[in-house]
């Protein structure tokens, strides 16, 4: 068991340390702020953050693709999909737009592990995501497929749009 926590730490650390995309290149949203710190993670959550970390691992770099569903190319609202079903047991619907309509609104500052975080990244354009912790979530990026980015970047913070509480 403690190997297995090594391991998880030691791949979480390495998942977050990317370096910033093209998208970071825009101004800052000016309200940003950080979530608050949360309380320790129970059993269960510690359980589903270790399988959230391997179904990462086993979708990195799993191009982008509208509309997909396999490992061959998967988009956001897929992957959140996938990974709400084989992670936590839970079905949301398909869409980022039924998505958006999931759960129950909360605020940037009490986000906590498997809430979902969407943005407007254009005028009819919108995106979701996994939030895991200190500001960082998992996505299928449109550019470098499954990956891990930290909602502080630029990009993101001035993209961001809410955050939903799907799971009990």
């Known amino acids: 068991m403690r190997f297995l926590i090594i391991i998880t730490i030691g791949t979480l650390i390495v998942a977050c340390q990317s370096t910033p995309s ?9 309200s940003a702020q950080k979530p608050r ?5 129970t ?3 510690l359980s589903q953050k270790q399988q959230l970390m391997a179904f990462y691992q086993s979708w ?3 191009p982008y693709r509208l509309g997909g569903l396999s490992r061959n190319g998967i988009d956001c609202s897929g992957f959140v999909y996938v990974a709400m079903q084989q992670v936590f047991k839970q079905s949301v619907a398909r869409t980022t737009y039924l998505q958006s309509k999931e759960g129950m609104t909360i605020a940037f ?3 906590r592990f498997g809430d979902l975080v969407f943005f407007k990244t254009d005028i009819k354009t919108r995106h979701v ?3 895991i912790d200190d ?5 299928a990026s449109t550019r470098i497929g499954v990956t891990i980015s930290r909602l502080d970047n630029p990009y993101w913070q001035k993209h961001y749009w809410q955050a939903r509480r799907v799971i009990p």
């Open 22 to 30: 093209n998208e970071s290149k825009t101004a800052t949203r000016p």
């Open 37 to 41: 710190s949360k309380p320790p993670l």
């Open 43 to 45: 059993a269960n959550q």
């Open 60 to 62: 990195r770099g799993t």
């Open 109 to 111: 500052s009490d986000l």
């Open 129 to 131: 995501g996994v939030f």
């Open 135 to 139: 500001n960082h979530f998992m996505h």
